[in-house]
């Protein structure tokens, strides 16, 4: 069998991120139109070494991707000199089930994350957003700023981490980098960073809030995608609860994530809370932000109908600019 097989940089160069958002948007879509076959995804521990390892199939019935993706998150890497997340995504021919490329999944991870939070600010936050909170310093919170600034007009970005190093490099590294504005800063405190913000992005480790519930403005948009296990929390339960909230999958959301488990756990949240899953709005079916004073949440987990979507399209743009390599096995 013949397999394409792109690198990182091949994989970055292959699908810009404005491409990203939009099989984004298609891939939700799908999903809360039930066109889209996704199994919760299996998860193996490696509590020794402060690892998780995922295994996350799907298959999107109206457009016909079909993927694997094998993701680890080990956080104890940076302090070995090892990236946190390590995967690969496998994609497959839904018409024979055969194995048509191998892409590294980190960076398309990366990618693909960033563009759900791009579609869903897109969605919901205020047309007239100028101010984008970033907590985390790492690839993904790259990603979830170039996709911010994909879709709003940001004029100043303010980076919050544990690592005010990682922070400064970010800062250095992205400022200026197109649709990136040049005005970013690294904030002293998670209120600094916070308050004032337009849209606030959250991609972090942390098994606490990351920011006070009190930083937060009426017509706040925030993003959080950090939190994927049920011990995981970024967002204060008090935002949670007087935010819209709009989730990727109610089933994985409410299986997975902290920021909502714990607080339905203390009868902060009900899942009766959940507005709606993003691609229900994105579809139509229903309403996003109705009022400039409300302050949205988008609550990802991250979702293998996103890997496939996001592989099918860096493929094709690999065959339009020639990259990528053939190997036979």
């Keep these: 069998m013949d397999l394409r097989v792109l690198t990182a940089e091949d994989v970055r160069r ?26 919760l995804r ?16 799907s298959y999107l019935r109206r457009t016909g991707e079909m993927a ?10 940076p302090s070995r000199e090892l990236p946190t997340i390590h995967a690969v995504v496998v994609a497959l021919d839904a018409t024979s089930g055969a194995p048509t490329a191998i892409l590294e999944g980190a960076a398309l991870t990366a990618i693909r994350t960033g563009a759900a939070s791009g579609a869903a600010t897109d969605a919901l936050a205020r047309p007239d957003s ?18 911010v600034c994909t879709v709003r007009p940001i004029e100043h970005v303010w980076i919050y981490s544990l690592d005010p190093p990682g922070a400064q490099r970010m800062a250095d590294e992205v400022a200026g980098r197109s649709p990136i504005p040049s005005d970013v800063h690294v904030a002293a405190s998670p209120s600094e960073a916070a308050e004032g913000a337009d849209i606030i992005c959250t991609a972090t480790t942390s098994s606490s809030p990351v920011f006070p519930d009190a930083a937060v403005r009426p017509g ?3 993003n959080a995608i950090g939190s994927f296990t049920p011990t995981m929390q970024e967002i204060d339960p008090q935002t949670v609860h007087r935010a819209l909230l709009v989730v990727d999958s109610r089933q994985a959301a409410l299986a997975e994530t902290g920021d909502l488990i714990l607080p339905i756990q203390d009868g902060t949240l009900t899942p009766d809370d959940i507005h ?13 932000r109705t009022d400039a004073s409300q302050i949205t949440l988008f609550k990802s987990v991250g979702l293998a109908v996103q890997d496939a979507v996001a592989a099918r399209a ?8 020639g990259l990528g390599t053939t190997v036979r096995l």
């Excluded at 521990?45 to 295994?55: K, M, P, R, Y």
């Excluded at 694997?68 to 890497?77: L, P, T």
């Excluded at 909170?133 to 700023?145: K, N, P, Y």
């Design 276 to 288: 709606a899953e993003l691609g229900e709005i994105l579809a139509g079916s229903a309403q996003g």
């Design 314 to 321: 860096a493929l094709e743009g690999a065959l339009a600019l």
């Design 220 to 222: 706040t948009h925030i």
């Design 14 to 39: 292959a699908l810009p991120m404005a491409s990203a958002i939009a099989a984004m948007k298609e891939a939700f879509r799908q999903l809360s139109q039930g066109q889209a076959d996704v199994p």
């Design 42 to 57: 299996s998860r193996l521990e490696v509590s020794e070494h402060a690892g998780v390892t995922l295994i996350m199939p």
């Design 130 to 147: 100028r101010r984008a909170a970033i907590f985390g310093s790492g690839v993904q919170a790259r990603t979830q700023l170039e996709a």
């Design 68 to 77: 694997v993706k094998i993701v680890s998150v080990f956080s104890e890497n």
